[in-house]
């Protein structure tokens, strides 16, 4: 199971990082997906990073504001988070990816779930 971690309450504007590890390549994945959920709300799809290229997608809600990123010597999967909003808080979710590149996107083209990190961004 992968592991979320790095949430924190913070004021709007505020940055956070959070951390995914291990987050390892395999040759049954292809890279790593961040997901949030927020209460009451479906989970939702936030940026991957492909282990080939290391090629990265962003959902429109957090373009311009968050970076995905990995450090492969430490097997580790970042999601900076910059400029934050009252509307990210949520539970972040980091998972491996194991479909085609046409379904980042979607949850269920992902495993190992791990325990997510939560965020809190006050106004």
């Known amino acids: 199971q992968l592991q979320a971690s790095g949430g924190g309450l913070v004021q709007a504007g505020d940055s956070l990082r959070l951390s995914c590890a291990p987050a390892?390549?395999?040759?049954?994945?292809?890279?790593i997906g961040w997901f949030r959920q927020a209460p009451g709300k479906e989970r939702e799809y936030v940026a991957h990073?492909?282990?080939?290229?290391?090629?990265?997608y962003y959902a429109d809600s957090v373009k311009g504001r968050f970076t995905i990123s990995r450090d492969n010597a430490k097997n580790t999967v970042y999601l900076q988070m910059n400029s934050l909003k009252p509307e990210d808080t949520a539970v972040y979710y980091c998972?491996?990816?194991?479909?085609?590149?046409?379904?980042?996107?979607?949850?269920?083209?992902?495993?190992?779930w791990g325990q997510g990190t939560l965020v809190t961004v006050s106004s």
């Open positions: 390892q390549r395999t040759s049954s994945n292809h890279g």
């Open positions: 998972a491996v990816h194991r479909g085609p590149l046409s379904t980042v996107g979607v949850g269920t083209s992902y495993a190992y």
């Open positions: 990073i492909r282990w080939s290229g290391g090629f990265k």
